[in-house]
T-cell receptor, first 109, second 113 residues
Framework: GQSLEQPSEVTAVEGAIVQINCTYQ??????LSWYQQHDGGAPTFLSY????GLEETGRFSSFLSRSDSYGYLLLQELQMKDSASYFC??????????FGDGTTLTVKP | NAGVTQTPKFRVLKTGQSMTLLCAQD?????MYWYRQDPGMGLRLIHY???????AKGEVPDGYNVSRLKKQNFLLGLESAAPSQTSVYFC????????????FGPGTRLTVT
């Protein structure tokens, strides 16, 4: 089976940097995705790492270490609108993904 | 482009009733998925499809059936609804070349009493 671990809650102040970690145990690993979901909304895709290293997209970066079965999402220059839930998801065969339970990020003024 | 759309947005069913949720996408994506999301939890894959006319089981398929008769549509059926199926249902789609970049619909909030 597959299992993913991520913190349930993180709190940070506006303008700060926050890192959300994700560790996984799985067979048939293809890569790690990250999604953002605002309350009552649909998940939206943020990033995907198939290879080790850091991927940067604007204020958001994502990192993967396949040897450590570990990844993280880094959010810089936090804004109030970044308050949301963030999910890591392991990519499996046939295009399937298994999602973690999510991390609720609260950004305070 | 509308992206991924889902109908209905809300529905209340009595135990034992049946219903079909419709998902449509206009991005010509090959892959389509049905997930359920319970409060405070992540998304769990119910069924998925890698192309027109094909379907496969995900993590939690029991009590659900699906069909993909047209590439742009993916239907999720509940034959005999149970209170345990109260959840928010999300449909998603992805392009075969970027499979793990999934686009989600707005969701259907289903309550079974």
């Amino acid at each position: 089976g597959q299992s993913l671990e991520q913190p349930s809650e993180v709190t940070a102040v506006e303008g700060a940097i926050v890192q959300i970690n994700c560790t996984y145990q799985t067979s048939g690993f293809y890569g790690l995705s990250w999604y953002q979901q605002h309350d009552g909304g649909a998940p939206t895709f943020l990033s995907y790492n198939a290879l080790d290293g850091l991927e940067e997209t604007g204020r958001f970066s994502s990192f993967l270490s396949r040897s450590d079965s570990y990844g993280y999402l880094l959010l810089q220059e936090l804004q109030m609108k970044d308050s949301a839930s963030y999910f890591c998801a392991v990519g499996l065969n046939a295009g399937k993904s298994t999602f973690g339970d999510g991390t609720t990020l609260t950004v305070k003024p | 482009n509308a992206g991924v759309t889902q109908t209905p947005k809300f529905r209340v069913l009595k135990t034992g009733q049946s219903m079909t949720l419709l998902c449509a996408q206009d991005m010509n994506h090959e892959y389509m998925y049905w997930y359920r999301q319970d409060p405070g939890m992540g998304l769990r894959l119910i069924h998925y499809s890698v192309g027109e006319g094909t379907t496969a089981k995900g993590e939690v398929p029991d009590g659900y059936n699906v069909s993909r008769l047209k590439k742009q549509n993916f239907l999720l059926g509940l034959e005999s609804a149970a209170p345990s199926q109260t959840s928010v249902y999300f449909c998603a789609s992805s392009y075969v070349g970027t499979t793990y970049e999934q686009y989600f619909g707005p969701g259907t909030r289903l309550t079974v009493t």
